[in-house]
């Protein structure tokens, strides 16, 4: 019998999550070197375009079904996935690294007795065995692991593997209905932080730092985040002193991102920080100090003012 | 399945055991080379420090007990090296501190089970942990500890309240929060803006120096990830530098949408 790879789908409001997409086509890449078959599960009530995850390389879709289990509860969730994964005997288990996969994934571990790599940069099959690429210490060094045990799970860092586009396959989805789900924990609101984007999910972002020189100003970091359909990041620095909330701090002890552009403004680029943001696909960086270490990393740079240079770029942008 | 609380009730009248778990990285300033071994780091002229989550787990832990009475314990496992973010721990008000002596290799669910098996046989109902240790940062210990001994879990906490054996949080995710409701026996695990650490008093300080570190020798336990290699990542080159006014933001603009396509 082939061996299967099991992908988790998140939803939220019951919509399916960008970064799951990206798990599936990766687990459906993964499967053309090993002939895996690949097969998704979610959990929650009503949930759009299920059918449609055939197009990302789903061969089969489950999903368990309950009103309750439209908001995430670990216990719950870590039932209906790990008794799945047991009864299909699947192999190996990918989720997307998001706070709901990285809450989620672990307790699947445990239940099925895997070893797991969690936060995964990049996945390679060598020697029949899948080596998982993932930062350590917050990107300062890579590694290359395996996992030696029968079942195997691993998360995938959002915005890093190619969800591309479907091709159009849709498959039969399989409900589940779920009686008493087990709510031990149990997600009674969720509170949303007035509508704006998360640095974890978006594909630009625009960080402020001490350069901006009081939270007064962080109204141009903001504008031009808006200009750009950016979410708005932070440095440690005016986390600790207050200016921001600490949802937007980047770096080792904030939120490691990797969008397609970053933009830095009036951030020095300290180790910590630079830890957090390395692996933006482009980083542009202004900042007066023509020595600011974010230079060393920065594809674009402009050594000046912030004040005359932000709202350039934003009526630049607008224009 | 209900859990049964009846045992955890009673223990309430004595005070609960309340355990944090603290790990012992290299400080976030640190440079991080590669070891010879091309599997492990360079640990030379590395600073070590307690892992800044379990700061908040520390004083979420000290804050429990303030308010639920009780006993708190910090447990690391690692080195003789790590005694010294128990001793931060005992400096900070924890009471008691137990290293589980072993200096080997392990992966996140090795590491898991060495914690839970000393969790249990303390009898702890509440454990806290930092959200994600900065080393290996996998952010999964106290999650995979909590499944192991059959606990609830709350991740990525940034209000935590107990009131008898029910527990509300709060944890942080995309672009929000979730507000949840458990109870004990559970595991914590604590995002930065749950609390503000204390620092340790001077006399907290010498204290601790006194106090008694157990230690003890936890079972081998086979790894089930393995390091094949460890290297550092591609190094990014200096990009361009456009200018030094806003006259440069026209071309900064038309680079970002011609040469990156990224806007």
């Known amino acids: 019998m082939a061996n299967k790879i099991l992908v988790f789908i998140e939803q939220r409001n019951g919509k399916i999550k960008k970064a799951s997409l990206e798990a599936l086509k990766a687990a459906s890449e993964l499967s053309t070197k090993n002939s895996f078959s690949v097969e998704a599960v979610t959990v929650g009530n009503e949930i759009e375009g299920l059918a449609e995850l055939g197009g990302y390389g789903a061969q089969k879709i489950t999903h368990f079904k309950n009103a309750s289990l439209e908001n995430y509860s670990t216990s719950a969730y870590t039932e209906s996935v790990s008794n ?141 985040a808006d200009a750009l359909g950016a979410a708005t990041g932070a440095s440690r620095a005016v986390v600790d002193a207050g200016w921001r909330s600490h949802s937007e701090q980047v770096g080792q002890t904030g939120k490691t991102v990797s969008p397609n552009l970053y933009i830095a403004l009036g951030i020095s680029g300290a180790i910590q920080h630079v830890a957090g943001m390395r692996s933006s696909k482009y980083i542009v960086a202004v900042n007066k100090d023509k020595d600011a270490p974010i230079f060393q990393i920065a594809d674009y740079g402009i050594v000046g003012d912030i004040f005359e240079i932000v709202p350039a770029m934003i009526s630049e942008i607008k224009k | 399945m209900p859990k049964k609380h009846t045992k955890y009730l009673e223990k309430l009248g004595g005070g609960m055991k309340i355990a944090v778990c603290v790990s012992h990285v290299p400080d976030t300033a640190a440079k991080i080379s590669v070891g010879s071994d091309a599997k492990t780091i360079d640990k030379n002229s590395v600073t070590y420090v307690v892992n800044p989550y379990d700061e908040f787990a520390i004083e979420e832990a000290l804050k429990t007990k303030e308010k639920v009475g009780g006993e708190t314990l910090a447990i690391s496992l690692g080195g003789d090296a790590n005694k010294e973010s128990l001793r931060k721990a005992l400096a900070m008000g924890i009471d008691n501190a137990v290293l589980l002596k072993d200096e080997s290799e392990r992966d996140s669910l090795s590491t898991a089970k060495a914690l839970a098996e000393e969790i249990k046989s303390q009898e702890a109902e509440l454990v806290f942990f930092g959200k994600q240790s900065v080393d290996y940062d996998n952010s999964i210990v106290g999650q995979l500890v909590a499944e192991i001994l059959g606990y609830n879990s709350v991740s990525v906490a940034v209000a935590f309240e107990i009131s008898g054996t029910n527990i509300k949080a709060e944890r942080e995710i995309e672009g929000g929060k979730e507000v949840v409701e458990t109870s004990l026996p559970a595991v914590i695990t604590a995002q930065k803006g749950l609390n503000e650490p204390r620092y340790p008093s001077l006399k907290g300080m010498m204290a601790a120096k006194k106090k008694e570190i157990a230690e003890k020798q936890p079972a081998a336990i086979q790894n089930f990830v393995e390091v094949v290699s460890m290297k550092k990542p591609a190094s990014k080159q200096a990009g361009k530098i456009l200018g030094s006014d806003a006259s440069a933001v026209p071309e900064l603009i038309r680079l970002l949408k011609e040469e990156a396509k990224v806007i």
């Not at chain 1, 149990?186 to 020189?213: Q, Y």
């Open chain 1, 84 to 224: 799945f994964v047991k009864e299909i005997d699947a192999e190996i288990i990918f989720f997307a690294n998001t706070t709901l996969g990285k809450d989620l994934a672990p307790h699947i571990a445990v239940k099925i007795d895997a070893g797991i790599a969690a936060d995964v940069t990049a996945l390679d099959f060598r020697n029949n065995e899948i080596i998982a690429t993932r930062p350590v210490y917050a990107g300062k060094a890579l590694i290359d692991v395996k996992i030696t045990s029968a079942k195997k799970v691993f998360t995938l860092r959002p915005n890093l593997f190619n969800c591309g586009v479907s091709n159009g396959n849709a498959v039969e989805v399989n409900i589940v209905n779920v009686e008493n789900p087990n709510l031990s924990v149990k997600v009674i609101e969720v509170k949303k932080s007035d509508g704006k984007l998360d640095v974890a999910e978006a594909d630009i972002i625009v960080s402020g730092g001490r350069g901006m020189k009081g939270p007064e100003h962080f109204h141009l970091v903001e504008e031009l």
